[in-house]
């Protein structure tokens, strides 16, 4: 689940915005200070920080370098009731991701929040696709109709893969099955059935959040 961290010294737009972001089934823990932020994001890791510009003592200017040094993929926005140009394009030279002015509507927030969520996990996909043997998995069709198949079924045998398939050549079939265990996209359990992998769940997310990206 995607998790966030809401950094504000206003406790009702904490409340209200907690419970807006986990409406929308993100996980949600916010704090009134970015001394206790910095502490979680150690702690914690963090896939977006929602950070106030100006709070009691360090203010959200000063947070972000100390954040993108302690956890450098954690997406940040920067919430501010003073926009000003100059304030954004510093915070966005210091590592902030995102710009959002005070008061702002939910659905301007919600925009911010989904962009950024789906590009922090574009970022991990490029990670983890960055590995040997990926891209010859993914380079054949019947291999990508395997993992598909694999994702929606979570486990199945031999057959009725083949079946899944319509591919009579069981001999293909083996053949494509063997190279998605080699490079650790699928495995077997004890009565022979195969599944995805937990790298072979992340690979055929990755698929389907490149796909969503390029639809126009």
């Known amino acids: 689940m995607t998790s966030i961290l809401l950094v504000d010294d206003d406790t009702e737009l904490r409340e209200t915005v907690t419970e807006v972001l986990k409406g929308?089934?993100?996980?949600?823990?916010?704090v009134g200070d970015a001394e206790s932020a910095l502490d979680l994001v150690v702690d914690t890791g963090f896939d977006l920080v929602l950070l106030d510009l100006i709070m009691p003592g360090m203010g959200g200017m000063t947070a972000v370098p100390l954040i993108k040094k302690r956890s450098p993929k954690t997406?940040?926005?920067?919430?501010?009731a003073f926009s000003t140009v100059s304030n954004a394009v510093e915070a966005m030279r210091l590592g902030a991701d995102d710009y959002i002015t005070k008061p702002f509507k939910i659905e301007d927030l919600l925009t911010s929040v989904r962009k950024n969520v789906e590009e922090a996990r574009l970022d991990q996909c490029w990670t983890i696709l960055d590995v040997d043997g990926v891209?010859?998995?993914?380079?054949?069709?019947?291999?990508?109709?395997?993992?598909?198949?694999l994702k929606e079924n979570r486990s199945l045998r031999f057959m009725e893969i083949a079946r899944s398939l319509e591919i009579q050549d069981h001999t293909k079939v083996?053949?494509?099955?063997?190279?998605?265990k080699e490079s650790g996209?699928?495995?077997?359990?004890?009565?022979?059935?195969?599944?995805?992998?937990?790298f072979g769940q992340h690979l055929a997310d990755c698929l389907i959040i490149f796909i969503n990206t390029l639809k126009p």
């Open 24 to 30: 929308e089934g993100l996980e949600v823990v916010s």
């Open 75 to 80: 997406r940040i926005i920067m919430i501010s």
């Open 135 to 149: 891209f010859n998995s993914l380079s054949n069709a019947t291999r990508r109709q395997i993992i598909w198949v």
């Open 174 to 180: 083996n053949f494509h099955l063997k190279i998605l």
């Open 185 to 198: 996209v699928i495995t077997q359990d004890e009565n022979r059935a195969y599944m995805l992998s937990d």
